[in-house]
Nanobody, 123 residues
């Protein structure tokens, strides 16, 4: 399985951005999907996850109410809509495929990882 993230870029504070992640090689329609991020000098941080059918989702405390995760299984794609962006959201964003249909906040819940896409928020 390969996960290709795209859509990152430079945006001003309070702006919006949507990043996408497409799976190829094997459909992950039965797996949960997640987004993590990593800023320079910091550990990789959980951002959001979504169950296999999109019926449930989890969010990190720092993004709750601003970010929305969604998926389109017909397109093997998961999205992260980011609104009201803040400079502290600046990081490389990684998508991940979960081991199960429902996955949590731990890195260990995921066994497929994309290459990451850079999101930079200017003040």
């Amino acid at each position: 399985v390969q996960l290709q993230a795209s859509g990152g870029g430079l945006v001003q504070a309070e702006g919006s951005l949507r990043v996408s992640c497409r799976a190829s090689g094997r459909a992950l329609s039965n797996n949960a999907m997640g987004w993590f991020r990593q800023a320079p000098g910091k550990e990789r941080e959980f951002v959001a996850s979504i169950s296999w059918n999109g019926g449930s989702s989890l969010y990190g405390d720092s993004v709750k109410g601003r970010f929305t995760i969604s998926r389109d299984n017909a397109k093997n794609t998961v999205y992260l809509q980011m609104n009201d962006l803040k400079p502290e959201d600046t990081a490389v964003y990684y998508c991940a495929g979960g081991r199960k249909s429902y996955s949590g906040r731990s890195l260990n819940d995921y066994n497929f990882w994309g290459q990451g896409t850079q999101v930079t928020v200017s003040s």
